[in-house]
């Protein structure tokens, strides 16, 4: 689940129109960066799911850059990654569907 949420996020946000063998492994390289040093001591493989959000948009954003490197990300995507790499994440955050629940 948490590598298949931010690897569509980056996917879509990118406009890649595909995804290539180098976007699923920048996924695969990210989600275990992503793991907190109390996690790993308390012996978890993946994050906790409580972080999906956050986790998704980090991996999202690896995703965009390597369709970057690729050639494969559209131009609003490209325009984020030029700012550099943390107006990309917060573009991507600000992108995510958000929730509201009412009671």
């Known amino acids: 689940m948490l590598f298949h ?7 879509f946000l990118g406009e890649t129109r595909y995804v290539s ?9 990210t989600l275990p960066k992503l793991i907190g040093d109390e996690d790993v001591q308390a012996g978890l493989v993946y994050p906790r ?3 999906i959000r956050a986790l998704s948009a980090e991996i999202a ?9 690729e ?4 131009k609003v995507a490209r325009r984020q990654l030029d700012k550099g ?3 990309l994440l917060q573009w991507i955050k600000a992108k ?8």
């Open 5 to 11: 949420a931010g690897l569509a996020l980056g996917a």
């Open 21 to 29: 063998d180098g976007m699923l492994m920048a996924t695969a390289e």
């Open 49 to 51: 799911l409580q972080d």
């Open 61 to 69: 954003a690896e995703v965009i850059k390597v369709a970057a490197l």
């Open 71 to 74: 050639g494969h990300v559209g």
């Open 85 to 87: 790499p943390h107006y």
């Open 96 to 103: 995510m569907f958000h929730p509201q629940y009412t009671r």
